[in-house]
């Protein structure tokens, strides 16, 4: 019994062929699904349409599969041209055949009506996040959590503390550091304390974010969550201020961050 589904004869050759190599890059990393969709952006139902020809992935999840793989993703992305390529012309094909039937009703391609449903239900959801997000705004700017001087603690957060932190995926937040009391700070948390590895989020990783920015070392999109990307930042401001080197922030690199 084959591994992966065989492709749709009709399905077209510069299609198959960018597939067939996504496959290959996904078989090689060693990785299930839902692995890959652990450390990508995209879910694992997502890969799954992708790896199946049922929708073509777009650019970013193409260059997130090869880095994963540790693989240079220029060969694939030529494949991935080709395959856009012709699914526009497959679907251009498809919108005129539906012109020439006059009043019979356009027969969906392979899939199409599957996108319908997952781009109505994703607007849906941009929607009802976006209302989220308004609300929670409102309650941070009313809170006003950059001129809390204490720290928070690590238990429940009390009376008059400021709203929960909502992760909003490709949001990147402003920095404005500066110096307060001979301390360098960026307003979105005072902690000197707080430990932050891979998979933490919240407010304490954006100040360490903008922090790290500050000193020159790039942790990527500033948006509250402690990616690969923050952690090669933070291990290689750790290696510079001659630091233990794990990329894990604590109370001794929040001290060396705040000078």
């Given at each position: 019994m084959p591994r992966w589904k065989e492709l749709p004869a009709s399905l077209d050759q510069r299609v198959g062929q960018f597939v067939v190599q996504l496959r290959r890059f996904k078989d090689r990393s060693g990785l299930s699904l839902a692995a890959l969709a652990a450390k990508t952006s995209y879910s694992r139902s997502s890969w799954e349409r992708y790896l199946n020809a049922r929708q073509l992935p777009p650019r970013e999840a193409v260059e997130e599969l090869a880095r994963v793989c540790g693989t240079d993703p220029a060969r694939l992305l030529v494949l991935h041209e080709l395959a856009a390529e012709a699914w526009t012309e497959a679907a251009a094909a498809a919108d005129r055949e539906g012109r020439d039937a006059g009043a019979a009703p356009a027969v969906p391609a392979p899939g199409e009506e599957e996108l319908r449903e997952t781009r109505r239900r994703m607007w849906l959801f941009v929607a009802a996040v976006t209302v989220l997000v308004v609300a929670l705004a409102a309650g941070l700017l009313a809170a006003r959590p950059w001129e809390d001087d204490e720290p928070r603690s690590d238990g429940p957060p009390a009376a008059g503390t400021p709203s929960?932190?909502?992760?909003?995926?490709?949001?990147?937040?402003?920095?404005?550091?500066?110096?307060r009391d001979g301390a360098l700070v960026a307003g979105y948390s005072?902690?000197?304390?707080?430990?932050?590895?891979?998979?933490?989020?919240?407010?304490?990783?954006?100040?360490?974010?903008?922090?790290?920015?500050?000193?020159g070392f790039d942790p990527g999109l500033i948006d509250g969550s402690y990616g690969e990307r923050s952690k090669e930042a933070a291990r290689n401001f750790q290696k510079a201020k001659g630091l233990v080197v794990d990329g894990i922030v604590g109370p001794d690199t929040w001290g060396e961050l705040r000078r």
């Open positions: 929960p932190f909502v992760f909003v995926q490709g949001r990147s937040r402003p920095c404005h550091v500066e110096r005072p902690t000197r304390t707080v430990l932050m590895d891979l998979k933490s989020s919240g407010w304490e990783v954006l100040e360490a974010q903008c922090l790290l920015r500050h000193h």
